[in-house]
């Protein structure tokens, strides 16, 4: 007998934003990923608190995939994040951290939501014209003749993950090496169109960083006794493949629902197994070298290629599939049935290689857009960290192709975008205005909001209790120590900006990032030489960022817009 | 699930403390005198006797995040060199109090990163000059020096800590009763013994001090070792730029060398034994059996290849243990070949099988009817009907089995080697009709048998065909189990050999079975100290010199930093730009003191574990002396060798130092060493900056319930 129970209506709040709890949570998220940010930010220890794996990091992708976010506003959030991260990897907590600035402030300044709205659409907008302008101040072109900003960028990133654990010589050794797993992956004769190729990360952990190492084509891991009984390998100009995604493991996988009644002596596995024999055969007879095979192949086929001469490799894993595909320029064969040789591909060579204690069949191709990058670490919460920050190297390097462009990192663009925005609304309120019926005081008050919100997130950068300085010539990121305010003389105490552009020795007159602002107007228009003379540099992914922003203002917009939730508790 | 969120540092950072709180479990395990900790479990009553970090942490419940971290480190270094864990573990525990201490005296968490991990990789810099190329140790490799003929050396060799001039020679008598049996003996400064390094001695409390009367001749043979240390020593080195005896020279390679006034001659070890000697750390009786195993697998590599020609490396692979509990501990002994047990149901079966070669075949996976391999997946839903009743006597395993049968018979297989279990009815059938099965082998015994008999291994027996079998196996009884101890374990050892395998088998055998898991482990600790070493070309000075060249290069630097201010500063800092930068030179030498104590409790706490010192007071004033010497010389590689030339230009004459040829330095490992040194200090730097925990997946109630405080939920 099944019971029945009455719907329980659903619940509404309105106003989230004022409740107690909600704003709660909204700080501890803001605390979390506010103390993550940045080269000298803190780590977090991830665990189930059951003794299941334990992950040390800083970076939004895995923190965010592991926050189980239940409350509906930090959800919102959460999510957009998430969401700008798998499109563009970088710039997570930048986007989140803004966004709870944003929300934060907004709400302190007290105007009512639609133009709280609006005029943050039109701030935003602002920005965007800005960064996309050629008078921009904060953006370097990117020259694809020079390795330099590109090496540059890819120093930034790994520096920006301190779980990681990289040394300096290891942050240069890596970073070479998503520099040139990156230019193996552009095709050489490029047309009007250009598809880039694919850099695969191999695991190979517990051995030194500096062991790391790219390779040109694909490695993929077998046994040592596996691979004694391939050996030696035939010379040849070119290996015939064949890839299958289907099991050749001979199991009947498909029987579907209930019983399957067989007279005695019928043997449906003998039966399996003369088929994967004849496919065998007609893999011989077509003259393939390698077989490559996602799942498991039955040892008794294993047995007939190997004595046929031909190379069977199994449980490749569903993630090779797809480059090994491209690189072999193979058609992945999904049924035992009948194959068609237009799916065979072909590699130029085969050799084995031996890296810390694993073996490897290496694949090298006839045209190389595919490469390996054999990535070390010394323990496995390292090994993943660095793992997700080459992904996401590789992943602004490629961004960085379709717009050729960097931003200033280190905290400048956000203290120079926040120094063009305050002048621009004091100097020429009315082109931002464009006559929607917003008065300047209004706009002055979500200006300082969004300036003070970009201010703070380039104040996040420091966790050691140090002041921020702006200077008032290009508005960029200086950091200083705590109790040296008003020093008399600042050029003594600073070094350099944040980016790395500019030295403290230029006469450029200081001020508290959190002080009285007293507008001024930053020099636009970067110089190109200014670029060029200095070395080590501190870079962002353009396009990243930028949809950072966009994701941040837009999110902070949407939250602010709530009025109601409403829960259903069924 | 609800995600809550623990705040780990406040003023006193908790993952540091539980850091070094674990780590102080493992103190004990530091040096060559270890003490065992015995381990109960609660449940089963099964006890262990343990006495390294590895089986320490296997064996602790680590459900706590920072435990679970450490554990990882520890495994990893174990997982990659199989040494140096006992190392990673202490230099936890004294970073991790190093770190604290940091932080109590305001130093920000980043300089703190910055300076120790810049510390640390200057140390790697420094200790590169305490480098010994080992060369060539096969080429004088002849039976007349082996390795049992040298047990009765010293092998305590720590370079400054010497003897001076007669002093407490009677005071060390005395006190050696306490910490050394006859292979070992100590010498120390202050005439104390001294840590004769990282000797294993878990018994030495256990055995009678026979021979007290060899501890001087022992202590003569370490000082005229000293001699030889200081004759075959070099001439220029920019280490020693503040001395006038310029003999070092250190090699691009970072080798040293000497320039002597004819042909330059390379200090190096080139003998194996001398290698072996140094690398035991006191416990020779696993280093015999590795020296044997190494001479029985270089004996069949010069069958194989004609001569030793090419490098000889250790292969690891091709090297077995069998441990055979509750035998007496002089059955332990090195035998080419395979030898394991098998129940004593076949001896009747292999008095017949002996003397004669047999063929065999290699099953990879289990021997059982229902085996099927990896990734097969069964289909549960397939019934098999029959449509007559005379089929059915039979059920599918005795059909299964006698197909084997079928299938051993026609290939005249008399021996089944399988990976995997083994079906108890099949091998009842075989033994029946003459055919020895063994299941659960090594995969590294299949690959030698299958190297050495032709034989291809299969997984199932239907595929067995003329090329999978392969031949020339002969099969005996392992000689020295005697009778009595055999009937009662109900089990025999038999050994199988095929012409042209490299396989060694060591036999281990203990008459206390909780100490079976240990010996084990020292076994492959010495044997893969050496494979390291001959791997790696090259071994450190041992017996702590490593050591106290970084805590004194340390310690140098600290005072630079401190009076050169920013210059010459190497520091990284993640973020160049910050204001960190500028007050790098104000934190330094806090910084860098705080690292080097890290060594200072290594060092004293091995003087206190080998119970040289009843105080690790005692023993800390000890190393400071030695330390302030080492600085104020100016160079602290030089005071060490120079201390060392001083003292027994003092005591001996030319005489006695002929008689030094042979002497055994100790040896340390090079990689090894350095990557616990660095593994450690990146899993303190780790859990320093890490600043809050995050569960997952637990409710509120079960978290108030435990620590209602420092909790934040979202």
Not at chain 2, 646 to 664: A, V
């Amino acid at each position: 007998m099944s019971r029945l129970e009455a719907k329980r209506a659903s619940l509404c709040k309105s106003e989230p934003l004022t409740s107690e709890r909600v704003k709660a949570t909204l700080s501890v998220l803001k605390g979390v990923v506010t103390s993550c940010y940045g080269p000298a930010g803190r780590l977090k220890l991830l665990h189930n608190g059951r003794g299941g794996s334990v992950r040390t990091t800083s970076q939004s992708a895995a923190l965010l995939a592991s926050l189980p976010v239940t409350q509906p506003v930090s959800k919102i959030l959460t999510t957009s994040v998430q969401n700008h991260v798998s499109c563009f990897s970088d710039c997570g907590l930048f986007t989140a951290i803004l966004c709870c600035n944003l929300v934060e402030n907004i709400q302190r300044a007290g105007l009512t939501t639609t133009t709280a709205i609006t005029l943050n659409k039109h701030l935003l907008s602002l920005c965007t014209e800005y960064l996309k302008s050629e008078i921009c101040a904060c953006r370097l072109p990117v020259d694809f003749g020079s390795a330099r900003p590109l090496l540059c960028l890819a120093r930034s990133l790994l520096t920006s993950k301190p779980a990681c654990l990289l040394t300096r010589e290891e942050v240069e050794h890596v970073a070479a090496l998503i520099l040139r797993a990156f230019l193996l992956s552009v095709p050489e004769n490029a047309q009007d169109r250009i598809t880039l190729g694919k850099s695969v990360i191999v695991p190979l952990r517990g051995q030194r960083v500096t062991d790391s190492t790219v390779l040109p084509g694909m490695l993929i891991e077998i046994p040592e006794v596996q691979l004694m009984r391939i050996l030696p390998i035939k010379k040849s100009d070119s290996f015939k493949v064949a890839l299958f995604c289907a099991s050749l493991s001979g199991d009947l996988s498909e029987t579907g629902e209930g019983t399957v009644v067989l007279s005695y002596g019928v043997s449906l596995e003998n039966a399996v197994l003369d088929q994967l024999l004849h496919l065998g055969r007609q893999l011989v007879s077509d003259h393939v070298d390698l077989v490559i095979c996602q799942k498991v192949i039955h040892p008794s086929l294993k047995q007939f290629l190997r004595t046929h001469g031909v190379i069977a490799v199994d449980r490749v894993g569903v993630a090779l599939m797809e480059p090994l595909s491209k690189m072999t320029g193979t058609q992945p064969i999904g049924s035992l049935k009948s194959v068609s040789p237009s799916s065979y591909g072909s590699v130029k060579d085969l050799c084995t290689a031996k890296f810390g204690f694993k073996h490897f069949l290496h694949l090298i191709p006839n045209e190389a857009t595919v490469c390996s990058l054999l990535l070390c670490n010394r323990n496995d919460t390292a090994w993943d960290e660095l793992k997700l920050t080459c992904q996401t190297a590789l992943h602004a390097l490629q961004l960085t192709i379709k717009e050729p462009y960097v931003l200033l990192g280190g905290g400048c663009t956000e203290t120079h975008l926040a120094a063009y925005i305050r002048h621009k609304t004091r100097d020429e309120p009315e082109s931002i205005l464009r006559g929607d019926g917003y008065t300047q005081t209004e706009l002055r008050l979500i200006s300082e909001a969004f300036c003070s919100a970009l201010e703070s997130l380039a104040g996040s950068l420091e966790h050691d209790g140090g002041e921020i300085l702006t200077d008032r010539k290009y508005g960029h990121f200086w950091s200083v120590q705590a109790d040296s305010a008003s020093a008399v003389n600042w050029p003594d105490l600073l070094l350099r900006c944040g980016c790395g552009l500019y030295s403290s020795q230029e006469e450029l007159g200081w001020s508290f990032l959190k002080g009285t602002h007293h507008p001024f107007v930053p020099q636009t228009c970067l110089p190109r030489e200014a670029s060029e003379s200095a070395s080590d540099l501190t870079l962002d992914c353009f396009t990243a960022k930028l949809s950072g922003l966009q994701v941040a203002v837009e999110t902070a917009n949407l939250i602010l817009d709530l009025s109601y939730v409403i829960e259903d508790r069924n | 699930t609800v995600m809550a969120c623990r705040v780990v540092s406040k003023r006193k950072h908790m993952g540091l403390q539980q850091l070094s709180s674990f780590a102080e479990t493992g103190r004990t395990f530091l040096g060559p005198v270890k003490s065992s900790k015995f381990i109960q479990g609660e449940e089963c009553h099964e006890s262990v006797l343990i006495s390294s970090a590895v089986r320490l942490l296997e064996n602790l419940d680590l459900t706590n995040a920072v435990g679970q971290l450490l554990n990882e480190a520890v495994q990893a270094q174990n997982n990659t060199y199989r040494t140096g864990t006992n190392t990673l573990l202490f230099l936890v525990g004294a970073w991790s109090r190093a770190a604290e201490e940091c932080l109590h005296l305001g130093v920000p968490i980043s300089l703190v990163v910055s300076v120790m991990s810049e510390g640390l990789n200057s140390c790697l810099e420094e200790v590169v000059s305490l480098q010994v190329p080992v060369r060539n140790v096969f080429d004088l490799i002849d039976n007349t020096k082996t390795f049992s003929g040298l047990e009765t050396f010293n092998t305590s060799l720590f370079p400054f800590l010497q003897i001076p001039s007669g002093a407490g020679l009677r005071q060390k008598e005395r006190d050696l009763k306490d910490v050394t049996s006859q292979s070992l003996a100590v010498s120390s400064l202050s005439g104390r013994p001294v840590k004769s390094p990282e000797l294993f001695r878990p018994q030495a409390k256990v055995e009678t001090d026979k021979n007290t009367s060899q501890t001087s001749q022992a202590l003569k043979n370490s000082l005229l070792a000293n001699t030889r240390c200081r004759k075959s020593v070099l001439t220029h080195s920019r280490h020693f730029c503040s001395t006038d005896n310029n003999q070092w020279i250190s090699k691009p390679d970072g080798f040293l060398e000497q320039h002597g006034a004819t042909t330059p001659k390379t200090y190096e070890c080139n003998e194996l034994v001398e290698l072996e000697v140094g690398l035991s750390h006191g416990d020779h009786n696993s280093m015999k059996l590795v020296d044997e195993a190494v001479r029985l697998q270089c004996k069949s590599a010069g069958v194989q290849h004609g001569n030793c020609s090419r490098p000889f490396l250790l292969d690891m692979s091709r090297i077995f243990t069998c441990c055979l509990p509750g035998l007496h501990e002089t059955f332990s002994c090195v035998c080419p070949g395979y030898i394991t047990v098998v129940s004593i149901t076949s001896t009747t079966l292999i008095k017949e099988l002996q003397h004669q070669s047999i063929r065999v075949i290699l099953i990879e996976g289990d021997l059982t009817e229902n085996y099927r391999h990896l990734g097969f997946n069964k289909s549960t839903n397939i019934k098999t009907v029959s449509e007559s009743t005379k089929f059915q006597q039979e059920s599918p395993e005795e059909l299964w089995i006698s197909h084997v049968l079928q299938v051993l018979i026609k290939f005249n297989v008399n021996l089944v080697l399988a990976q995997g279990n083994v079906s108890e009815r099949l091998i009842e059938k075989c033994t029946q009709t003459k055919q020895l099965v063994i299941g659960s082998v090594n995969s590294n015994v299949m690959q030698a048998f299958a190297e050495a008999s032709g034989a291809v291994p299969v997984a199932y027996v239907t595929q067995v065909n003329e090329n999978c079998v392969g031949s020339g196996v002969y099969v005996t009884f392992w000689r020295n189990v005697p009778f009595d101890a055999a009937v009662q374990i109900q089990r025999i050892a038999i050994m199988l050999k095929t012409e042209g395998m490299n396989l060694v088998t060591v036999v281990l055998t203990s008459p206390v079975t909780a100490q079976m898991q240990g010996k084990e482990d020292r076994f492959w600790t010495c044997a893969y100290r050496l494979h390291c070493a001959l791997k790696e070309q090259k071994v450190f000075l041992g017996g702590g010199a490593v050591e106290f060249l970084c805590l004194s290069h340390l310690q140098i630097l600290a005072e630079q930093s401190l009076h050169k201010g920013n210059q010459g500063c190497s520091g990284w800092l993640r973020n160049t730009s910050s204001w960190l930068a500028s007050s790098l030179a104000l934190y330094r030498p806090t910084v860098l003191k705080c690292l080097a104590n890290g060594w200072h409790r290594y060092l004293s706490t091995i003087l206190c574990n080998t119970a040289s010192y009843s105080s690790e007071f005692e023993a800390s004033t000890f190393i400071q002396h030695h330390l302030q010497n080492a600085v104020d010389s100016g160079s602290p590689l030089s005071y060490i060798l120079n201390e060392c030339s001083k003292q027994n230009s003092g005591i001996f004459n030319s005489g006695i130092s002929d008689k030094l040829e042979g002497i055994p330095r100790v040896y340390d490992i090079v990689t090894p060493k350095i990557e616990a040194w660095r593994r450690a200090l990146d899993l303190v730097l780790l859990v320093l900056q890490t600043d809050s925990e995050i569960i997952t997946g637990l409710g509120h109630t079960q978290i108030n319930s435990q620590e209602p405080e420092g909790f934040l939920f979202l």
